[in-house]
């Protein structure tokens, strides 16, 4: 009977001593987990580059519009994220892009119609919410305000305005040197602020990929 009794209360212990152990483990991975999502950003400072294919577009369905093709365009700029032990802090900066895009036509036979490039220059000022999750993934995204510098003959409307864009990404950090990757979407000039040409605003799609490296301080 002792046995038997002895045998329940270890069995007893031991279940006991595995709920603890299991619920000790639990709390350990929430802390690591904790620990990986709401770590600490620096202030950081990147240079950046980015690729992307603008394209402009009509607000609003216009039948005889002028058609565009994309092209392959660049942008330099330096992005800006403040310090914050949150999961979400704040981006900023300012970039300089020169968008490329080719008037569509329709080929008729035996004639041979140029390819008519046209361009654009942009600095778009970004106010974005960061945010980090898993120690190196992230999204941003938020608004964005745009200056057309230089305008030249171009038969679109002017793109000063405000915009918005989203992107998501990766980024590590070596010591006090990080880098990042950053697909992206944006849409420029989709409230006008400058002069409008056509009968229904025009603004530009751009979707593309950004990279950068930065200094933390």
């Not at 009977?1 to 001593?17: K, R």
């Not at 240079?47 to 365009?73: C, F, I, L």
């Not at 895009?101 to 919410?129: G, R, W």
Request: hydrophobic fraction near 40%.
């Amino acid at each position: 009977m002792l046995l038997v009794c002895d045998h329940v209360y270890y069995g007893y212990i031991s279940q006991y001593n595995l709920l603890f152990m299991k619920k000790y483990l639990l709390l350990i991975l929430l802390a690591m987990l904790s620990g990986e999502v709401f770590c600490q950003n620096a202030n950081t400072l990147f240079v950046t580059y980015s690729r992307s294919k603008p394209q402009p577009v009509y607000n609003k369905d216009v039948d005889g519009g002028a058609g565009y093709k994309a092209v392959a365009s660049n942008a330099f700029g330096i992005r800006y994220l403040m310090k914050s032990s949150k999961i979400i802090t704040f981006e900023t900066g300012i970039d300089y892009s020169s968008f490329d895009f080719k008037l569509d036509h329709v080929d008729m036979p035996n004639i041979v119609i140029p390819d008519i490039t046209q361009s654009i220059e942009v600095v778009s000022i970004p106010v974005y919410a960061h945010l980090t999750f898993l120690k190196y993934f992230f999204v941003n995204g938020g608004l964005l305000t745009d200056i057309e510098i230089d305008k030249k003959n171009t038969d679109i409307d002017e793109q000063t305005g405000i915009g918005f864009g989203l992107g998501a990404g990766v980024s590590y950090n070596y010591k006090k040197v990080s880098f990042f990757i950053n697909p992206f979407f944006e849409r420029h000039g989709l409230i006008g602020l400058g002069k409008q040409e056509s009968g229904v605003r025009q603004s530009i799609i751009n979707p593309g990929g950004r990279i950068g490296i930065g200094y933390a301080f």
